[in-house]
């Protein structure tokens, strides 16, 4: 997954519709991962010389996200993740856009029954707001019980917010729950040291088994009412290795 550094706001950078259209013609996919829809971060990373997009719509209450994530393992240990959102205020009718910019690599590779490490780092920039980029590292760990069947994430993590000049600490627990052969519960909490945490739930499916993943997802703040909810769905594609 994932990219998301549990800021307040859930928006990057929007892709015109071409070059989207273009990464979903050149991208069908090889293993699983946790990914979208999942805020909390794995220990994985996409395959060796192989590509992944993750696209989809988040609707919130007053605005909707569209997003387009694209990542590429180049060197066999770096994912490397250039991409973001458009977000769409309904209220005034204006869009506002952020972009991200993100590597990744194993520090131990997660293994069946086993656990394993990754560290993430990355920028977020935000045009819109002239306040340059926030920066975030996190560190996700990841353990798998029965056969895989059941896989749980916690990430620990750091955000530097260029508007507030603020130092955050960011976290996340989540879990993935297989229901069946092409579908999996995931479920989980996340937030950081300011305000209050957040949670999401929802459902991922293999339309094609380890090439086209579909899932939908309900969230909300702790404590809140309907206004701070969301919906999402999204598209997950992933290659086979072809880069050089």
């Not at 993100?102 to 656990?115: D, S």
């Not at 798998?144 to 600490?169: A, C, I, M, P």
Request: proline residues 5%.
């Amino acid at each position: 997954m994932t990219h998301f550094q549990y800021s307040d706001r859930f928006g990057t950078a929007y892709l015109p519709l071409s070059i989207v259209l273009s990464l979903l013609l050149c991208t069908l996919a090889t293993s699983a991962h946790a990914a979208r829809p999942m805020i909390t971060d794995d220990a994985r990373i996409v395959d060796d010389k192989a590509c992944q997009l993750e696209s989809w719509v988040k609707m919130n209450r007053g605005s909707t996200e569209y997003w387009a994530m694209p990542a590429c393992n180049f060197t066999g240990n770096l994912e490397v993740t250039m991409g973001g959102s458009r977000t769409h205020d309904d209220a005034v009718g204006t869009f506002t856009s952020d972009q991200i910019f993100q590597g990744k690599t194993l520090l131990k590779p997660l293994e069946t029954n086993g656990w394993g490490a990754a560290l993430t780092l990355g920028t977020d920039r935000h045009p819109q707001s002239g306040s340059g980029r926030d920066l975030y590292a996190n560190v996700p760990l990841s353990f798998s019980f029965n056969d895989d069947k059941f896989v749980l994430h916690t990430n620990t993590g750091w955000l530097r917010e260029q508007v507030t000049k603020r130092n955050l600490l960011t976290w996340g627990l989540g879990s993935e729950t297989q229901l069946t052969e092409r579908t999996w519960l995931i479920a989980e909490t996340f937030g950081q040291n300011h305000g209050k945490p957040s949670y999401q739930m929802g459902l991922r499916h293999w339309l094609l088994p380890n090439r086209i993943q579909i899932d939908t997802t309900y969230g909300n703040q702790f404590g809140s009412s309907t206004s701070q909810r969301w919906f999402s769905i999204g598209l997950r594609l992933l290659s086979p290795p072809f880069l050089p």
